[in-house]
T-cell receptor
Framework: NAGVTQTPKFRILKIGQSMTLQCTQDMNHNYMYWYRQDPGMGLKLIYYSVGAGITDKGEVPNGYNVSRSTTEDFPLRLELAAPSQTSVYFC?????????????FGQGTRLTVV | KQEVTQIPAALSVPEGENLVLNCSFTDSAIYNLQWFRQDPGKGLTSLLLIQSSQREQTSGRLNASLDKSSGRSTLYIAASQPGDSATYLCAVISGGAQKLVFGQGTRLTINP
């Protein structure tokens, strides 16, 4: 029972490089989310998706892109990495938005841009 | 826009004490509220989920309450232990939005 799987766990990027953070869930969840967490702060929403082919911006989308071609996968693309994107990135999923919906999180990707 | 606030930002208590963590939200039209635990350098572990129609949920030494009309939730931890040391985050799903909105968390330290 894998749940939400993120890869890689750690990554160091140089300024201007690009990379894709992978997120896969095996719970057949409709909703998927990408958050970033800066030191001592809560989680801020980058992008989210309510189903395959549908994505929308969250609070802090600049510098990122996403796609949702399948129910299972929700990759986050960083273009032209900047030091401000140094953070821990969390992917999450939930079945649907009702009262009994519970969100599940991956273990995070710790990204450093130097 | 939904905003979630957690007070205090940090709390340090001796082992064995009962304690309360607070979470407030500005828009009472929520689907549910979820409490998470985060250990240093780790991901989020779900502790309790309270649906908007519920007043409280209990799991072991943890009890979470919800007062939707006043926009408040509390997480009560009984007989605290050093292993409870972690950051506790609350998050709400608003009726009008399709996403979890988080508070900034309370960093809890239980001293032996």
């Amino acid at each position: 029972n894998a749940g939400v799987t993120q890869t890689p766990k750690f990554r160091i990027l140089k300024i201007g490089q690009s990379m894709t953070l992978q997120c896969t869930q095996d719970m057949n969840h409709n909703y998927m989310y990408w958050y970033r967490q800066d030191p001592g702060m809560g989680l801020k929403l980058i992008y989210y998706s309510v189903g395959a082919g549908i994505t929308d911006k969250g609070e802090v989308p600049n510098g990122y892109n996403v796609s949702r071609s399948t129910t299972e996968d929700f990759p986050l693309r960083l273009e032209l990495a900047a030091p401000s994107q140094t953070s821990v990135y969390f992917c999450a999923s939930s079945y649907r938005l009702t009262g009994e919906t519970e969100a599940f999180f991956g273990q995070g990707t710790r990204l450093t841009v130097v | 826009k939904q905003e979630v606030t957690q007070i205090p930002a940090a709390l340090s208590v001796p082992e064995g004490e009962n304690l309360v963590l607070n979470c407030s939200f500005t828009d009472s039209a929520i689907y549910n509220l979820q409490w998470f635990r985060q250990d240093p350098g780790k991901g989020l572990t779900s502790l309790l989920l309270i649906q908007s129609s519920q007043r409280e949920q209990t799991s072991g030494r943890l009890n979470a309450s919800l007062d939707k009309s006043s926009g408040r939730s509390t997480l009560y931890i009984a007989a605290s232990q050093p292993g409870d040391s972690a950051t506790y985050l609350c998050a709400v799903i608003s009726g009008g939005a399709q996403k979890l909105v988080f508070g900034q968390g309370t960093r809890l330290t239980i001293n032996p």
